[in-house]
C-alpha cells in the first residue's frame, strides 16, 4: 500500500499561498491522490484529487511532479478559516483510504 | 456528492454499556466505512460495511466489539459494545461511489464519551 509522508506542522501568513508538500514514492500508475482537511474534530472535508496532471478548483491547486513521487497541495490566499490538519492520502486496494497524521497547519494574522 | 446524516452528534455513555451510531446517506452509495479517531490522533478505519453480508474489519478491530450492520445502499449502523473509557473517541462514517475518480464523503461524526 502507498503510504504518504507530510510535515507535522507549518505556519503560513494570512493573505498569502499556503503551499503544503506531500511525498508518496510508492504509488502505483492508477493510484489517485486525494487531499482532505478537518478543521477542530469536525468530520474531513474534500478539498481536492489528482491522478497525473496539476489540478485546479475553488479551494485548492494540486501540483503533482512528472514522477508522481510527490506532490504540494496549494491555497493560493490563505485566510484563517483554512486552519487546519491537511491530510494527503493515497487510494489503496479495495477502495479504502488511509489516514497519515497529516500536517497541522497555522494560518497566521 | 452526497450527504450524510450521522446520529446521535455526541453522548454520554456508562462503561459496560452499547452505543448504536447511524449513518444515513441521501444517495445510493458503493461504499461505506467508518472510522474511529482519538482525542489529538488522526482517523484510523476500522471496517468496510458492506452491503447484505458482514463487514470487513481491519486489523485491531472484531466484530464482537464493533458490530456493522449495512442493509441497503443509504443506511448503516455501527455499534459500540462493552464501553471502557478507552473507546472515548469520535466516529465517523465515510461514504464513496467506489471508482477511482470518486472522491469519498464524511459524515459530521460522532463524539463518544465513556465514563
Known amino acids: 500500500d502507498a503510504k504518504t509522508t507530510q510535515p507535522t506542522s507549518m505556519d503560513c501568513a494570512e493573505g498569502r499561498a499556503a503551499n503544503l508538500p506531500c511525498n508518496h514514492s510508492?504509488?502505483?500508475?492508477?493510484?489517485?491522490v486525494y487531499w482532505y482537511r478537518q478543521i477542530h474534530s469536525q468530520g474531513p472535508q474534500y478539498i481536492i484529487h489528482g491522478l497525473k496532471n496539476n489540478e485546479t478548483n475553488e479551494m485548492a491547486s494540486l501540483i503533482i511532479t512528472e514522477d508522481r513521487k510527490s506532490s504540494t497541495l496549494i491555497l493560493p490566499h490563505a485566510t484563517l478559516r483554512d486552519t487546519a490538519v491537511y491530510y494527503c492520502?493515497?487510494?489503496?486496494?479495495?477502495?479504502?483510504?488511509?489516514f497519515g497524521k497529516g500536517t497541522r497547519l497555522h494560518i497566521l494574522p | 456528492s452526497a450527504v450524510i446524516s450521522q446520529k446521535p452528534s455526541r453522548d454520554i455513555c456508562q462503561r459496560g454499556t452499547s452505543l448504536t451510531i447511524q449513518c444515513q446517506v441521501d444517495?445510493?452509495?458503493?461504499?461505506m466505512f467508518w472510522y474511529r479517531q482519538q482525542p489529538g490522533q488522526s482517523l484510523t478505519l476500522i471496517a468496510t460495511?458492506?452491503?447484505?453480508?458482514?463487514?470487513?474489519?481491519e486489523s485491531g478491530f472484531v466484530i464482537d466489539k464493533f458490530p456493522i450492520s449495512r442493509p441497503n445502499l443509504t443506511f448503516s449502523t455501527l455499534t459500540v459494545s462493552n464501553m471502557s473509557p478507552e473507546d472515548s473517541s469520535i466516529y465517523l462514517c465515510s461514504v464513496s461511489q467506489g471508482a477511482q475518480n470518486y472522491g469519498y464523503t464524511f459524515g459530521s461524526g460522532t463524539r463518544l464519551t465513556v465514563v
Open positions: 444517495s445510493q452509495v458503493t461504499m
Open positions: 510508492t504509488i502505483s500508475g492508477n493510484e489517485y
Open positions: 492520502i493515497v487510494r489503496v486496494r479495495d477502495d479504502k483510504i488511509i
Open positions: 460495511a458492506n452491503q447484505g453480508s458482514e463487514a470487513t474489519y
